[in-house]
């Protein structure tokens, strides 16, 4: 079947460190992977997305990679901060489609230590 | 753009009574809407795709005749949570995808969570 893992829980790193997240797969060939932030109590927020073709995007201090290889996608902040503390999300497209149906990993805990 | 409003943010219920919640697209149609619920550090599972003139299609394990959709317009879904239980009590979350994008990222709303006392 297929799964969507990352991998920490909960990642703990001083301000100004560059935090980078895991989120791995199986079974699966996505064409596309999405990054999502959500705050306590907070619907998710969209952040970035990679095709499969795109080995790396970034978004201001944020970037990821997406390694097809590997079925592995890297979620990286640059320069944190205490206000990038919250729940990131990745989320795989279920049927290969267009159709917004995503799964969705568990989700890293980031707290940002000022 | 792309704002979705649900409502309530939170409701506390008894069990046996029905909760309604409300799913908006404020700026943009929405001919697809998703309707998820949340465990404390769980991921965010899918319960319902609501396609707005047809019928909802439901996750397996989810019962349509406990959760009922309706997505009657291109800018409004909702979920009602009938005879509610004590274990219905989660986070709610619906999504919405904007059909003029050709990949879709979601639009969510802030949740709403759900107490059955």
């Known amino acids: 079947s297929q799964k969507i893992e990352q991998n920490s829980e909960a990642l703990n790193i001083q301000e100004g460190k560059t935090a980078t997240l895991t989120c791995n797969y199986t079974n699966y060939s996505p064409a596309y992977l999405q990054w999502y932030r959500q705050d306590p109590g907070r619907g998710p927020v969209f952040l970035l997305l990679?095709?499969?073709?795109?080995k790396e995007k970034r978004k201001e201090r944020l970037k990821v990679t997406f390694d097809t290889t590997l079925k592995q996608s890297l979620f990286h902040i640059t320069a944190s901060q205490p206000a990038d503390s919250a729940t990131y999300l990745c989320?795989?497209?279920?049927?290969?489609?267009?159709?917004?149906?995503?799964?969705f990993g568990k989700g890293t805990k980031l707290s940002v230590k000022p | 753009g792309a704002v979705v409003s649900q409502h309530p943010s939170w409701v506390i219920c008894k069990s046996g009574t029905s909760v309604k919640i409300e799913c908006r697209s404020l700026?943009?149609?929405?001919?697809?809407m998703f309707w998820y619920r949340q465990f404390p550090k769980q991921s965010l599972m899918l319960m319902a795709t609501?396609?707005?003139?047809?019928?909802?299609?439901?996750e397996q394990g989810v019962e349509k005749d406990k959760f009922l959709i309706n997505h009657a317009s291109l800018t409004l879904s909702t979920l009602t949570v009938t005879s509610a239980h004590p274990e219905d009590s989660s986070f709610y979350i619906c999504?919405?995808?904007?059909?003029?994008?050709?990949?879709?990222?979601?639009?969510f709303g802030n949740g709403t969570r759900l107490t059955v006392t």
């Open positions: 990679i095709r499969e073709n795109e």
């Open positions: 989320a795989l497209d279920r049927d290969g489609g267009s159709q917004g149906n995503l799964i």
């Open positions: 700026d943009f149609q929405a001919t697809t």
């Open positions: 609501s396609n707005e003139g047809s019928k909802a299609t439901y």
């Open positions: 999504s919405a995808r904007a059909p003029s994008r050709v990949i879709s990222t979601l639009h």
